[in-house]
């Protein structure tokens, strides 16, 4: 699997550089750029499809009290402290997200599907690692190379390889049933 420096010499790579960083903290134009917007670009790219690698689930209890100044209705359940992207509740229970907290009709415990931030890049998908190599050259690619043009590539590029992941890792999950809608069911009731 990849590592940082490699996602972060195939970002630079994609935008035309031909130096090679060594680490992300080292003292050269290209780390420093790669460094300051690493964990924004990861976690953008994270948060843009319920990628299979990232998925995890928590069993999440109810605030015993609600904070200071807190109205309205449901129970407050604290998000996961890796928390990038919700994906689903076990059961089809209402909820919303604000802030912190999902707010639900239940008085808990909440059982949720999330996406959660990754940080071991040994566990990213390749085409992930890809498509966050090239999330990170769009960003870079204006400050190392001085070229609108090099940005706009790299923003194709980006949009192709992030394509191309969702694609695949989309297709390796079995067909989810959708809940049909009574409008639609009741044209099928044998009268």
Known sequence: MASA????????????????????????????????????MRDAVLRAHPWDFARTRATLPALAEKPAGWWGDGNLFQKPADFIRFVELEDDKLYRLEGQWIIADTAGPLQILYIRRVEDTGLYDPLFADALAARIAMQVAKKITGSDSAKTRAAEEYELTLRTAKEVNGKEDAPQDMPQDPWVTAREVDW
């Open 5 to 40: 420096v490699e996602i972060a010499n195939l970002a630079l790579e994609k935008i035309g550089d031909e130096g090679e960083i060594i680490s992300l903290d080292e003292d050269s134009r290209a780390a420093r750029a790669v460094n300051a917007c690493w964990a924004m």
